[in-house]
């Protein structure tokens, strides 16, 4: 059931929900969550049989501020440096877990990820919450297992159906999810590139942030393919594009296309999407258009790659793990 989530009446029912230890789908800026309280095993384990997670894969948990953090984590100084400058936002740290807190969302690691969105309705949920004696929420992206993230309350319903509560929050700002920036280790590592840039990330620390290929031991769910439609994507380098559309055709039945500029060899009737220019309209869009593509029932999505440069790293991120399947 989707409810206006501006409504204050229905932020507490839904605070409700969750401290009666059932779930809730609510927006963030980034992604919108399935939520369910942290501290609470059953009803985290309600999450990972509604989406159909593998139990290894450790969920982030959502507070209402830094104060609510140190009940699942040790913010370590260059955590708190992240938190400093990024709390409320778009970015999850990785930290020490508070021995026996939030066991089942953190599927047992002796670390945890924590955020505090910026989302005015996530915001207003998470203090509601806390009043209502639930202390941080543990919520993945709203999607089943492998899926595309859904950035609106109707990709939530498209999911899962009308029987879970989703508190509609418009359209997530941002799109992509937090950047993951793990600062349990010596040397911090980007776990995950989002909206943030690298460089951001690394002056708010004051020190270089290792690739996720470099942390080790790597995090459970962070490689695996994701993201994906049920059309096989490719990502193509602009050239290979051109020509493959040139020597191969383009059957509107079959394939969409995903690029920059619209290249001479797409047929008439083929569905092509422009990529935005800007890296962060480009975020904005991606997952709300790989969605529509998809279920135009198309077998084949053709993407260009992104530019280089550090600001597209969040949006070739999703896609490289789109095409991985
Ligand atoms: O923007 C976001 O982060 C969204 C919204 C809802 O807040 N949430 C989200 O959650 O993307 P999810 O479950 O789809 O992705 C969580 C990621 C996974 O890749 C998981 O491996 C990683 O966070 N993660 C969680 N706890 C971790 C830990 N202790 N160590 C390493 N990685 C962790
Ligand atoms: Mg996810």
Same mark, same amino acid.
């Given at each position: 059931?989707?409810?206006?989530?501006?409504?204050?009446?229905?932020?507490?029912?839904?605070?409700?929900?969750?401290?009666?230890? *059932?779930?809730?789908?609510?927006?963030?800026?980034?992604?919108?969550?399935?939520?369910?309280?942290?501290?609470?095993?059953?009803?985290?384990?309600?999450?990972?049989?509604?989406?159909?997670?593998?139990?290894?894969?450790?969920?982030?948990?959502?507070?209402?501020?830094?104060?609510?953090?140190?009940?699942?984590?040790?913010?370590?100084?260059?955590?708190?440096?992240?938190?400093?400058?990024?709390?409320?936002?778009?970015?999850?740290?990785?930290?020490?877990?508070?021995?026996?807190?939030?066991?089942?969302?953190?599927?047992?690691?002796?670390?945890?990820?924590?955020?505090?969105?910026?989302?005015?309705?996530?915001?207003?949920?998470?203090?509601?919450?806390?009043?209502?004696?639930?202390?941080?929420?543990?919520?993945?992206?709203?999607?089943?297992?492998?899926?595309?993230?859904?950035? @609106?309350?109707?990709?939530?319903? *498209?999911?899962?159906?009308?029987?879970?509560?989703?508190?509609?929050?418009?359209?997530?700002?941002?799109?992509?999810?937090?950047?993951?920036?793990?600062? @349990?280790?010596?040397?911090?590592?980007?776990?995950?590139?989002?909206?943030?840039?690298?460089?951001?990330?690394?002056?708010?620390?004051?020190?270089?942030?290792?690739?996720?290929?470099?942390?080790?031991?790597?995090?459970?769910?962070?490689?695996? @393919?994701?993201?994906?439609?049920?059309?096989?994507?490719?990502?193509?380098?602009?050239?290979?594009?051109?020509?493959?559309?040139?020597?191969?055709?383009?059957?509107?039945?079959?394939?969409?296309?995903?690029?920059?500029?619209?290249?001479?060899?797409?047929?008439?009737?083929?569905?092509?999407?422009?990529?935005?220019?800007?890296? *962060?309209?480009?975020?904005?869009?991606?997952?709300?258009?790989?969605?529509?593509?998809?279920?135009?029932?198309?077998?084949?999505?053709?993407? *260009?790659?992104?530019?280089?440069?550090?600001?597209?790293?969040?949006?070739?991120?999703?896609? @490289?793990?789109?095409?991985?399947?």
């Amino acid at each position: 059931m989707r409810v206006d989530g501006r409504d204050a009446d229905e932020v507490a029912r839904a605070a409700a929900v969750l401290a009666s230890g *059932e779930l809730v789908a609510f927006p963030t800026e980034t992604v919108y969550g399935l939520g369910a309280r942290a501290d609470d095993d059953a009803a985290v384990a309600k999450i990972f049989a509604l989406k159909g997670r593998p139990t290894g894969h450790p969920l982030i948990v959502h507070v209402a501020s830094r104060d609510e953090a140190g009940r699942f984590g040790t913010l370590s100084p260059l955590a708190e440096r992240i938190v400093d400058a990024f709390w409320p936002g778009p970015v999850t740290v990785i930290v020490r877990r508070v021995p026996g807190a939030a066991e089942a969302a953190a599927a047992g690691l002796a670390t945890i990820g924590l955020r505090c969105p910026a989302h005015p309705v996530a915001h207003a949920l998470l203090v509601a919450a806390r009043e209502a004696g639930v202390p941080g929420v543990a919520a993945p992206s709203a999607n089943r297992f492998g899926r595309i993230s859904p950035t @609106s309350a109707a990709h939530v319903i *498209e999911e899962f159906g009308e029987e879970l509560l989703v508190l509609d929050g418009g359209p997530a700002q941002l799109g992509i999810e937090s950047a993951i920036v793990d600062c @349990s280790r010596e040397r911090p590592a980007l776990l995950r590139p989002g909206v943030l840039t690298r460089e951001r990330l690394e002056a708010a620390l004051g020190a270089p942030l290792a690739g996720a290929d470099l942390a080790s031991p790597r995090a459970p769910g962070t490689l695996e @393919s994701h993201y994906a439609p049920r059309a096989r994507l490719r990502l193509m380098p602009t050239g290979m594009l051109k020509t493959a559309l040139e020597v191969l055709g383009s059957d509107p039945l079959k394939l969409a296309v995903y690029s920059r500029s619209v290249p001479s060899g797409v047929a008439t009737g083929v569905r092509h999407r422009r990529m935005p220019a800007r890296p *962060e309209q480009a975020a904005h869009e991606l997952f709300a258009v790989l969605r529509e593509l998809d279920n135009a029932g198309v077998h084949l999505i053709w993407v *260009e790659e992104p530019p280089p440069g550090p600001e597209w790293d969040g949006v070739r991120d999703r896609l @490289s793990r789109a095409a991985a399947t």
